[in-house]
Nanobody, 126 residues
Framework: EVQLLEPGGGSVQAGGSLRLSCAPS????????MGWFRQTPGQERERVASIHSDGSARITDSVKDRFTISRNNAKNFYLEMNSLKPEDTAMYYC?????????????????????WGQGTQVTVSS
């Protein structure tokens, strides 16, 4: 059973930066798709970015000039968010699913992920 530990989040003023981290545990194979989603009240969970164990990554067009997804050799993965805007305010979730790289690239829907972190609030004030 994969567990995702998701510290981080917080409050920042517009234009600031935050780094979210996610630490998967309970999984040893190198075929894991890891994603970041965000959700605001009354809205569906939206994929922000995803990265596969092989390093291939996708960023949603609306944030690709400000957000970066990465992973380290310890299999933790990160979402670096710069030039934050008030509209980035949301609950952010990390997610994971064992998959091929091709599946990961096309895994836009939250239903395509099996494991979820507890979520962390990001608040951007104007």
């Amino acid at each position: 059973e994969v567990q995702l530990l998701e510290p981080g989040g917080g409050s920042v003023q517009a234009g600031g930066s935050l780094r979210l981290s996610c630490a998967p545990s309970g999984y040893t194979a190198n075929m894991l798709c890891m994603g970041w989603f965000r959700q605001t009240p009354g809205q569906e969970r939206e994929r922000v970015a995803s990265i596969h164990s092989d390093g291939s990554a996708r960023i949603t067009d609306s944030v690709k000039d400000r957000f970066t997804i990465s992973r380290n050799n310890a299999k933790n993965f990160y979402l670096e968010m710069n030039s934050l805007k008030p509209e980035d305010t949301a609950m952010y979730y990390c997610a994971a699913v064992p998959s091929t790289p091709r599946y990961c690239v096309n895994a836009y829907n939250h239903e395509q992920y099996r494991y979820w972190g507890q979520g962390t609030q990001v608040t951007v004030s104007s």
